[in-house]
Every structure is written in structure tokens, then in C-alpha cells.
């Protein structure tokens, strides 16, 4: 499934749409959390998260307060391009988890994702005393979409269960910490140690 709404591209894009709406009225300023953080886990950190919508440039610019938040952060204009600017889910497979808690990711030059693929992510943060900010930022991609035989997995492995994360077999050597309740996650903190190579 490499799509939040299978094969209905318009509700896709209304999709897009809301989620972008969202951010900003829960904000209430010119800066969007959703593109700020993932509201679950620490600023700084690394996680993954699925690609489910690559925007075009047009649609960032006519959202004139996330375009505003994204220039405010340090992207140049001419570094908003289509595909630039992706919505991603950090939550599997259905239920209302799983599009509320889709995060807004900034692709910079050189990296390209497709629809479905896997990517780590450094979490920004919002705004705040003078700072900028900074967006949340696609580090790598980790497995492309329809690589079956890679190393990453919903986790659990149960189709019947909507609150999945993402997990990969290196992550625990790597410094990665399993995070459970409410807000399941994998992640790595800013201040991990990482294990000798």
C-alpha cells in the first residue's frame, strides 16, 4: 500500500490539503508544527517515516503560510521545487493515528524518494525567542518502495493492527530506543552514542 487512500488520487490531494490546514490553525502563527516536529518524539532525533505524497512546487507556494514558515527556516526559494516538500506517515495501516500524526518533511538537493520508501528523518522545531527554527529533514533513504526483501517492517508484523511503526534490524545496534505507550515510536537521540563500526 503506497498510498494513504488506494487508488483515489483527488482525496489524496484534499488530503494534502487538510493535514497543511491542520498544522496552521493549531498553530495559529505563521509556523507549522507538523513541519516543526512530529509531536512524538524528541526534537533533534532521528525516526522513520513513509512517504505517502510528494508535493508540487505550486501547491507549497499557494499554502503562503507554510511557504513563508519553510523560507523562514532557511530554504531558499529556488531549493522549493516539486518533490521538495513530502507528506509522510509514522503510523500503520488505518485508523485516525495514522493521518493525524503524518508529518511534513523537507527533501533537500540530492536525495529523491519515491512513493512508499522508507526515510530517516532529523525532527526539527518550531520557532521560538528569535530562532528560526528548523524543518523536520529527510536524512537518507533507507529502503525504497517494493524492496520485499529489505531489512524494514511495520512492527508488529500483524496486518490486523493499526498502530505500527517502523522498525529495521540494525536500529537497536545502532543506538536506536524503543519508545512504547500512547505514542509508539523508534528513534535515536541527538546524544546517542553510536557503536563501533
Known sequence: MSRLITGVPFLNSLLIVWI?????????????????????????????????????????VQSKKVYEAIIASGVGDSNITDGSIVVARIYCCGGSAEKANAIILYVPNGINVALGDIVEVRVGHPPEKGDVGSLNTITRVVQKNGDDGGNCWWDPKDNRLWLRVLYCDWMAKEGWIKQGGISPAWYRPSNAILPDK
Not at 508544527?33 to 505524497?53: N, T
Open 20 to 60: 497543511l490546514f491542520l498544522a496552521l490553525i493549531m498553530t495559529g502563527c505563521s509556523t507549522s508544527l507538523a513541519m516543526h516536529s512530529d509531536f512524538v518524539v524528541p526534537d533533534d532525533s532521528l525516526r522513520l517515516a513513509q512517504v505517502m505524497e510528494i508535493e508540487k512546487r505550486a501547491v507549497v
